[in-house]
């Protein structure tokens, strides 16, 4: 019998094959092999992207010049523009508004050749340090009510460009899925007066049949309702409402690694889409939100069940995904 | 400068690049060319289906033997199990259940090369009637609330069978889109007095630049806000709460078929997902929502951005997506 489960942080039913289990190798699903060529994000290319926003390189060194090992630079082909104002307007019974944003890609290294999973773990620390302080700095813009972090790894998971890099976009409106995290763990703060990210990692450390790995400051779970095989989750121990207030950046470098390591061993590199959850600008500290990172490996189908109701078939049980993570040696 | 929608049913936003669109020929995506071979779906393969639960066929004929119009079967790899109690169950913060429900295949036509577009008209009519039937006897079953029917066209949105067919999952909760529909759908009732279909077809039609066809009772447009580049959605003219209750077929397929032959026309044949939403069983008949087709074919990709957000970033602005399909000669 399968199992459907709700999800407690989006209020999401998913369907849980529970009994016969698809295996990792089931799964045919790799990222292409990288074809190499001309690439704007390699060092020596620095003035065919728009300039930089941030960097991180030798004091005194040029910007937009080799030498850096971090860059920050505007998307060449934004989804959302930066100059602008909001101009919120009806038309008839429809809602609209300029689409009026900021679109940063950060280029975590300047070697083609790796990825999150095989670069040195001091850029994968810049890395979140860069989305730390472009975050600080694009929330001084009183247009922007929260700013996305989230990067696709593999054309199949909608990479445009093969080297390793990260996205935000900060965004008029808080997105439609943390409006749901927040209502549903607003709800359960106001009955339980405890957030509710607290209590699934207390149960989870508990039960241990979904931890993946543990350190000092931060857990990766499989979710108990993940959308999609593999899914895993990141979030800090302790209650934190956003984005690491107190920037401890090498303990979750560490475990970020260390997770995308077990699934590329377990999956064979897979293409995913990796998300930043965090509170919106407006209500920043608080006690009913946890921030977290989301991991998607994309290994299943969008159809038209997906489509039509917003609930998802998993056909791997969480706990059998954790168990082949927690084992995989790194 | 893009521009932010809102879309009035869902609440979902979505950023339309009204500058510069992406045109028909921009997309790449095809439904691949039918490989043949041995399929279930045939007609004298009818012994390799589970047995049929409905089928259009000359009376005094055998089940499961040829002759058939139209087959209904079970699926030989259900979501979900027809047979159990739904046992609602905590586990901690979590919950879950059963995963019981009917999840049954329509094949529309015994001949393997058709598609919804290039098969008898008779034929989608028969499937309408089918979909009809089987949600009017699943609807006996006190265990389920609701009853999706849907069509995956093309392994790239994720048919695994290349004969045509379309499905119905019969689910003990109400989808979370459909939820989400009837919450604004009952708010802006409360406040208005009116159905906001209704509003939104009279608007459309007023309008004019997003209407796609008509006829007598139904009418095709491109949505406001579409998540996807040629998303459109057929409603019936006059309020109708649930799914044809007085079963005009003949209209509705023939508006149906149409809107598939301009898609295949503009588009060259692209995979695609079709969905029925419609009143769940237990507040059939009302004054607030309006059952309709959407269909949405598969151009672009979901990414981190949407995984995370909720939110689609559209290409092709919905007017001259609506251009295009209304211009093709079919």
């Known amino acids: 019998m399968p199992e ?27 990222v292409s092999p990288k074809k190499g060529g001309f690439c704007a994000f390699c060092k020596g290319n620095e003035h065919t992207t728009p300039p930089e926003i941030l960097a991180f390189r030798n004091n005194g060194e040029k910007p937009d010049t080799e030498g850096w090992t971090l860059r920050v630079v505007a998307n060449k082909f934004p989804a959302l523009n930066v100059e602008g104002k909001l101009d919120r307007v009806g038309e008839g019974i429809f809602d609209k508004m300029n689409g009026v944003g900021a679109h940063e890609v950060v280029i975590e290294c300047p070697d083609h050749s790796l990825t999150l999973s095989t670069m040195p773990l001091k850029s994968v620390e810049d890395a979140l340090w860069a989305f730390h302080q472009r975050i600080t700095d694009l929330k001084k813009d009183s247009r922007f009510k929260y700013v996305l972090v989230f990067k696709n790894e593999g054309d199949q998971a909608g990479a445009s460009l093969e080297h390793s890099h990260s996205q935000l976009i900060a965004l008029p409106i808080v997105p439609h899925l943390v409006e749901e995290e927040l209502f549903q763990a607003n709800q359960y703060y106001k009955y339980k007066e405890r957030c509710i990210f607290c209590d699934i990692i207390h149960q989870e450390q508990g039960d241990k049949t979904r931890v993946i790995s543990e350190n000092d400051d931060f857990i990766t779970i499989a979710p108990f309702a993940p959308r999609s095989p593999f899914e895993t989750m990141i979030l800090p121990k302790n209650h934190e409402s956003s984005f690491l207030p107190d920037g ?52 299943t189908k969008i159809a038209g069940f997906e489509w039509g109701s917003g609930f998802y078939i998993n056909p791997t049980p969480p706990e059998e995904a954790a168990e082949f993570l927690r084992e995989a040696e790194i």
């Open 4 to 30: 459907l489960r709700k999800d407690p942080i989006s209020g999401r039913w998913v369907i849980i094959s529970v009994e016969r289990g698809k295996r990792p190798s089931d799964f045919g699903m790799r």
């Open 248 to 299: 401890n950046f090498t303990l979750l470098a560490e475990i970020l690694q260390r997770t995308l390591q077990q699934m590329d061993k377990v999956l064979h590199m897979p293409p995913y889409n990796l998300m930043i959850h965090t509170s919106p600008f407006k209500n920043e500290i608080n006690d009913y939100y946890h921030w977290h990172i989301e991991i998607i490996p994309k290994l």
